[in-house]
Nanobody, 118 residues
């Protein structure tokens, strides 16, 4: 099992920036990829961005391409989500996830609130 601890959420005006961090502990050697999802009340959790731990390939949902950037620090088992040019529609609870390379199961963080005011 992997444990995930997120930080970095908050309130920002439209056009501003925030950086989220997520640090993994536990079965870190089994991590295939880490990523971010977001959820607003009444809607399903949606994929935002992910990074494949070995090699560092990244991918994004279309609505954040060019504005968000995901990166990783291998030594710290930490992933970052740099969010620029934020829009009110980016407001959500953001969850970090880590996918296990053996089982394919995901571990989840507790979530961090991001609020973008217009």
């Amino acid at each position: 099992q992997v444990q995930l601890v997120e930080s970095g959420g908050g309130l920002v005006q439209a056009g501003g920036s925030l950086r989220l961090s997520c640090t993994a502990s536990g079965r870190t050697l089994s991590i295939y990829e880490m990523g971010w999802f977001r959820q607003v009340p009444g809607k399903e959790r949606e994929f935002v961005a992910a990074v494949i731990w070995s090699g560092g390939r990244t991918y994004y949902t279309d609505s954040v391409k060019g504005r968000f950037s995901i990166s990783r620090d291998n030594a710290k088992y930490t992933t970052y989500l740099q969010m620029d040019s934020l829009k009110p529609e980016d407001t959500a609870v953001y969850y970090c996830a880590a996918q296990d390379s053996d089982s394919g199961n995901k571990s989840w963080g507790q979530g961090t609130q991001v609020t973008v005011s217009s």
